[in-house]
């Protein structure tokens, strides 16, 4: 009697960790949702900072795409996305990357155009811009700021 | 000098440099026109303005420039609209140009030209322009090819689009609130610029 309940018990915990591997694979499999249905554009940035395969690649801030591969050719990031099915990208859509807060994860933000033309399967978004180099701009501020006459308004030596 | 263009610039036609020459020269023109003593007086600004903008006018192309920042509003207006928007649009965007070179062309060092991309029709033209104050900035010039000129359709300025910064601002504006205060909005910026514009020492 005491053997069958604690069979029963072991049975229900089993039964609720394989529940468990079963949602979490079926919220990965979703995952690659876009892989087997999307279809691919590519794009160049002169900066990919910190994109990688999974990124996610969103228009009005809902998830549309996924970032497939990043390689780099002739000195530009060259970046292969998946796009949903049913998404129609303008030939001038802009794709920039963005990141979530300050100092978050990078995405690619795609902002449509006013083209007649759509982009095809296997095409190229042709307007890209970079990740925002912070730094650099902070030390351009820097030295900016350096650079400006002090209160005498002697020029800086 | 020569070498590290070719290396860094690549070109799969003939007529390369072509999209560089070109901005090259319109750049230099402006900045003659800018520095030129016998257009300083206060008689000769507008003429001065005008010249300004004849270059800006062969350089630009403001139907694409405006389109394209409105993006996928444009489709929804009317072609009574979309010409209006145009011409306000690329009027306000020349006053705001046109100001800007007057008031920090004398900040200016030099700028140095780093390469240049075709592919079909379009074409990227990198550069720099370097203050007085040794700060560097990058510019990056997009144009499109007709007939013989290239035309820009966008620029970046420290990696920032000009167009993608104007797609969000109307997303957000309309958004908010309707074409029609978006065009009234601009409509009296235009003065505003105007005005501003020709404060600026001769």
């Not at chain 2, 409105?70 to 649009?89: D, I, P, Y």
């Not at chain 2, 300025?157 to 957000?172: A, H, M, P, T, W």
């Not at chain 2, 504006?173 to 020492?201: C, F, G, M, T």
Request: glycine residues 6%; charged residues 25%; proline residues 4%.
């Amino acid at each position: 009697m005491k053997k069958a309940y604690l069979e029963f018990v072991v049975g229900v915990f089993l039964a609720i960790g394989i529940g468990c591997l079963a949602w979490l694979s079926i919220k990965l499999a979703k995952n690659d949702f876009f892989a087997r249905n999307g279809y691919e554009v590519q794009a160049a940035f002169s900066n990919a900072g910190g994109l990688h395969p999974g990124t996610p690649v969103v228009i009005a801030g809902v998830e549309i795409g996924r970032v497939k591969s990043v390689g780099l050719a002739e000195y530009e990031a060259k970046v292969r996305m998946v796009i949903q099915p049913g998404v129609v990208l303008q030939k001038d859509t802009i794709a920039s990357i963005k990141t979530k807060g300050l100092i978050g994860e990078k995405y690619i933000e795609l902002t449509p155009g006013a083209s007649d033309n759509p982009i095809k399967p296997g095409g190229a978004i042709r307007d890209t811009q970079p990740a925002m180099d912070l730094e650099a701009l902070i030390g351009k501020y820097i030295q900016g700021s350096l650079a400006k006459p002090d209160d005498k308004g002697q020029p800086p030596h | 000098m020569l070498l590290a263009l070719v290396a860094v610039g690549v070109s799969l036609r003939a007529s390369a440099g072509e999209p560089t020459a070109q901005i090259r020269a319109t750049t230099d023109d402006i900045l003659a026109l800018l520095a030129d003593p016998a257009l300083k007086t206060e008689a000769r600004n507008s003429e001065r303005r005008q010249l300004i903008q004849k270059e800006l006018d062969r350089r630009i192309d403001w139907a694409t420039v405006a389109r394209s920042s409105l993006g996928r509003h444009w489709a929804k207006r009317t072609r009574a609209e979309q010409t209006e928007f145009v011409s306000l649009f690329s009027r306000l965007l020349e006053e705001t140009f046109i100001d800007k070179f007057e008031t920090h062309h004398a900040e200016l060092d030099k700028v140095e030209y780093l390469g240049e991309k075709i592919i079909d029709e379009y074409a990227s033209v990198k550069a720099q322009v370097s203050t007085k104050d040794q700060i560097v900035h990058p510019v990056e010039y997009r144009l499109q090819k007709s007939g013989k000129d290239w035309r820009i359709y966008d620029v970046l300025l420290e990696g920032v689009s000009l167009v993608k910064n104007y797609r969000d601002q109307f997303d957000e504006i309309l958004a908010k609130s309707s074409y029609e205060k978006l065009v009234a909005d601009l409509r009296a910026k235009i003065p505003q610029a105007v005005a501003v514009a020709a404060s600026n020492p001769p």
